[in-house]
């Protein structure tokens, strides 16, 4: 979604390969790619979409020793971890850095995707219903992030025992491709926006340079008999050929 909304640069680190069990929900995860890193694979496929788009596959796990190293610089983090101290790793480096972070809760065992929510006011203690921002808000010393928590408010559900099985991989609650993908979208959407806030801003500020370097020009001398010139410009944008 962040390659199609035209974000020119993404670093995507993730150190997992594809399981045959990512199949049911995420996008990277096709017979053909089952071994094969996922960060690579979703670079690639970004890559497919928008040939210009610079992509950096970073193959590691984030955690408390490499967060600074490796997730910064960046404009915004977008952060998907499902374990709770690696995920306070992440909000604590943000808070420090003031780089914005869009933080996404757990998605196991949830099947309504219209329950999801997105706190742009990045409130944790405003955050229901979500074990796994339960566990993070524990591990901080501050309540607020900037930037948007991504959750649903739907309590989760096991799967009946004699349903489970076993693969060795992914166990637990179980996860809804319909319920991650809006996750997902939902992510991508806060991400877009806090790029766009801090772009107005930066915009606005180079505007507010630019005026005071302007003429006064309020009160024109033009007489009766004088013109303005103006310079029109060629845009093949606007050609639409004479009637």
């Known amino acids: 979604a962040l390659a199609r909304s035209s974000v020119g640069n993404l670093r995507l680190i993730d150190l997992d ?40 596959p970073i193959l590691d796990f984030v955690d408390a020793s490499n967060v ?12 998907a971890i499902d374990n709770a101290a690696d995920k306070a790793a992440i909000l604590k480096a943000c808070q420090a850095e003031y780089v ?14 219209t329950r999801i929510q997105i706190a742009q006011n990045g409130r944790l203690d405003r955050v229901a219903g979500d074990a796994l921002f339960r566990k993070v808000r524990k591990m901080l010393d501050f309540r607020h992030v900037n930037g948007a928590l991504i959750f649903s408010d739907e309590i989760p559900q096991k799967p009946p025992q004699d349903s489970l099985r076993r693969t060795g991989c992914d166990q ?37 340079k630019n005026s005071s370097l302007l003429p006064n020009i309020s009160n024109n001398n033009f007489g009766d008999n004088e013109e303005e010139t103006f310079i029109e410009l060629d845009c093949p944008c606007s050609d639409f050929g004479e009637e």
């Open 17 to 56: 390969e594809v399981c045959v069990s990512n199949c049911n929900r995420q996008l990277c995860a096709l017979d053909s790619t089952v071994g094969l890193a996922k960060a690579k694979v979703i670079a690639q496929r970004c890559q497919d979409i928008n040939p210009h788009i610079n992509v950096e």
């Open 172 to 208: 637990g609650f179980g996860t809804a491709s319909f319920l991650v993908g809006a996750f997902g979208l939902a992510a991508a959407k806060a991400t877009v926006d806090l790029l766009l806030s801090s772009s107005r801003s930066i915009l606005s500020e180079q505007q507010q």
């Open 100 to 113: 914005p972070v869009v933080s996404v809760g757990g998605a196991g065992g949830r099947m309504d995707p």
């Open 68 to 79: 600074h190293k490796i997730c910064f610089p960046a404009d915004v983090v977008l952060d």
